[in-house]
C-alpha cells in the first residue's frame, strides 16, 4: 500500500472572512502495488502509478470520441476504426500543441474539436497565399491562427 499526500488547492468556502486556515490541508491517495520492494521502491513505484493514470485519460478521452461508436460486430472493422480512431486523436492533440495556447495543450479531444476544428470560417486563396477569414471577436482566433501559421506557413507559397 502506497499513500501520496496531495496539497488541497482548492479555496477554502470561507474566503470572505479574512482569516486564513489554521492547519494545511491534505488529501491522500491510496494505491495497490505488487512489485517487489527489491526491484522497485516507493518513489519508483508512485512514478510508474502517476503515468498510468496519464494512460488512464487517454483511454477515457478515446473512450468519449471515436471509440464510443464502434461500427459493427465485425473484428477486423473495429480494429480499423481503432486505428482511426488513434490517428484522429494524435493528429488533433498535435494541432492542439501548435496552438501554443496553454488551455488547448491539455484540452480533450472534444474541447479541441470545438475550439479548433468546428471553425466558422472559409479559406480563401489569392496569388498563391492562403487566407483565412474567421468570424469578427472569435475568441479562438490567436490560437486558430498559431495552428494555421505553423502548419502552412501564412506567407509560403502553396504552389511549387
Do not use: Y
Not at 468570424?135 to 490560437?143: G, K, L, Q, R, V
Amino acid at each position: 500500500l502506497v499513500v501520496r499526500r496531495i496539497p488541497d488547492l482548492r479555496p477554502p468556502k470561507d474566503q470572505g472572512q479574512g482569516q486564513g486556515t489554521l492547519f494545511d490541508i491534505w488529501r491522500f491517495h491510496a494505491f495497490f502495488t505488487t512489485t517487489d520492494p527489491d526491484d522497485l521502491d516507493t518513489v519508483a513505484a508512485d512514478k510508474t502509478h502517476r503515468q498510468h493514470a496519464i494512460v488512464e485519460q487517454v483511454h477515457a478521452d478515446l473512450k468519449n470520441s471515436a471509440l464510443a461508436h464502434l461500427p459493427s460486430n465485425s473484428f477486423s472493422a473495429n480494429a480499423a476504426w481503432l486505428v482511426c480512431a488513434v490517428m484522429a486523436f494524435n493528429v488533433t492533440r498535435a494541432a492542439g500543441t501548435l496552438t501554443a495556447d496553454p488551455k488547448l495543450t491539455k484540452a480533450t479531444t472534444g474541447t479541441l474539436r470545438r475550439t479548433i476544428v468546428s471553425v466558422p470560417a472559409r479559406i480563401a486563396c489569392s496569388a498563391r497565399r492562403l487566407t483565412l477569414h474567421l468570424p469578427t471577436d472569435w475568441p479562438w482566433e490567436t490560437a486558430w491562427n498559431n495552428l494555421f501559421d505553423s502548419t502552412f506557413g501564412r506567407n509560403q507559397s502553396i504552389i511549387t
